[in-house]
């Protein structure tokens, strides 16, 4: 009987996390329709500029960010995947370190939580 109360906590736990995580990111009543904004659980987190850098000739490379410091970051995550990007695009984004390897290593691996398009 415990286990079933155990199970049962846990499965409305993860969804409530879910619910939570994909109502948390809202648009600005001030942006346009049509400007995309993609975040995953993490509002407000949206404020680092960065370009767009197709890498594809390195080995194991695709395309990466760069900051203005000339760091350079290696996107993934479910928003990074779902946004339409382009060599040298201009883009707000807001990260967290991946903590995974990376076969480019040209970059910091980091998933990206938010991204849109630069003004």
């Given at each position: 009987m415990a286990r079933y109360f155990s199970f049962a906590r846990r499965t409305w736990s993860?969804?409530?996390?879910g619910v939570v995580l994909l109502t948390s990111c809202k648009?600005?009543?001030?942006?346009?329709?049509?400007?995309?904004?993609?975040?995953?659980?993490?509002p407000g987190a949206c404020d680092t500029p960065a370009t767009v850098r197709d890498?594809?000739?390195?080995?194991?490379?695709?395309k990466v960010l760069e900051l203005a410091n000339g760091k350079r970051l290696e996107p993934h995550g479910t928003a990074w995947n779902s946004f339409p990007s382009a060599n040298g695009q201009h883009v707000v984004i807001g990260y967290v370190?991946?903590?995974s390897v990376s076969i480019c290593m040209v970059g910091q691996p980091v998933e990206i939580t938010c991204i849109r398009g630069a003004d």
């Open positions: 993860v969804a409530l996390l648009k600005a009543d001030t942006e346009p329709d049509d400007k995309i904004v993609i975040c995953y659980g993490y890498l594809s000739g390195l080995d194991g490379c695709g370190p991946a903590g």
